[in-house]
């Protein structure tokens, strides 16, 4: 990549990968509620500019139909297509899980490999704006126990634009979620930012003492967690997965195996969630390493609230992942 960049917000970002992958392939479409610029380009605005630009055949706004919206994809990718199918939040996913679990994920299978599914599936999701329980949750661990699935989740503009390059030409169905609260964070983007591998990892700051492995916005507050906890001494790496399904399993074992300490920060509801399976991994891989038990960082195992004192207590905070760091940087080696 040149030395030269430009600052973008997500939204910018994911438009930009969005429009130059129509640009260079005709058979990649966009479908969904409200994408169209007649309805300015979906809530947020992530297409905004594209049906201007392409025409309403390749960017086409749907009914409130999350199963039509991905019966529709399925089909076109099946026929040759690319679809970019946006279900507007990952709460609405619910309704349409039979389409996404039993014929996107399966078909491959199911068919011998015959037939493939090569369609993205955006949506947004997170807490932030008070938008209550049946808006805001993150289930992504749902789709990461899918065989057939890949689950992608972007932490900056930068990793958006290259995740969804990558996304929109992988032969599979690829689970895209935006975070709402880091759509309009500005960050650096490379102008020729290219495709970033699904399942490659990033470290974002290396450390000695303790591995913190998180993914999406908890990235960020992981990485504003290590800055505190510099100032107290404690020297901690922060990997920021960016892709579930599959994970970047060898860059995790290999820093938790020089530091010896690890935690696990996700703002999905601790219990069952991706951060069981990361945590479980390095206790079965790389136990005689561990100079303390792995830690998790969740949110309580209810709803989302609504009031927006209770949401806050409800988000993982930087203290929260803080506070597990020292908890375990504290503790007993393992004998």
Not at 210 to 226: G, Q
Request: hydrophobic content about 45%; proline content about 5%; overall charge negative.
């Amino acid at each position: 990549m040149s030395g030269n960049s430009r600052k973008m917000n997500t939204i910018q970002a994911i438009n930009e990968a969005i429009a130059e992958s129509m640009a260079a392939d005709p058979k990649v479409l966009v479908l969904g509620e409200d994408v169209g610029d007649v309805e300015m380009g979906g809530v947020c605005g992530v297409t905004k500019g594209l049906s201007t630009r392409f025409g309403e055949d390749r960017v086409r706004s749907t009914p409130i139909s999350e199963q039509a919206i991905m019966g529709a994809a399925i089909g076109a990718a099946m026929s040759g297509y690319k679809p970019i199918a946006e279900i507007m939040l990952m709460n609405f996913t619910t309704v349409a899980m039979d389409m996404i679990v039993n014929h996107a994920a399966k078909l491959r299978f199911m068919s011998g490999g015959q037939t493939s599914v090569p369609l993205v599936l955006r949506m947004m999701t997170g807490t932030g704006l008070s938008s209550g329980g049946q808006h805001s949750d993150f289930l992504e661990a749902w789709f990461a126990h899918t065989p057939g699935l890949k689950v992608v989740i972007p932490s900056n503009p930068a990793d958006a634009k290259g995740l969804m390059l990558s996304a929109i030409n992988d032969p599979d169905p690829v689970i895209f979620v935006e975070t709402l609260r880091a759509y309009w964070t500005p960050g650096e983007v490379a102008e020729d930012q290219g495709p970033i591998p699904l399942g490659k990892a990033r470290i974002m700051r290396e450390g000695s003492d303790v591995t913190i492995i998180s993914y999406s916005d908890i990235a960020t507050r992981s990485l504003a967690a290590a800055a505190e906890l510099e100032k107290e001494g404690i020297s901690a790496e922060v990997i920021d997965l960016r892709t579930i399904q599959p994970w970047d399993k060898e860059a995790v074992l290999a820093s938790v195996r020089k530091t010896g300490r690890a935690v696990v920060a996700h703002e999905a509801v601790k219990s069952f969630g991706v951060g069981a399976e990361v945590a479980a991994t390095i206790q079965e891989e790389v136990f005689e390493s561990l100079k303390a038990p792995v830690r998790r960082v969740g949110a309580p195992f209810t709803s989302v609230p609504f009031s927006k004192v209770l949401e806050d207590a409800f988000t993982v905070s930087v203290a929260d992942i803080a506070a597990a760091v020292r908890a375990t940087v504290g503790e007993r080696a393992i004998a």
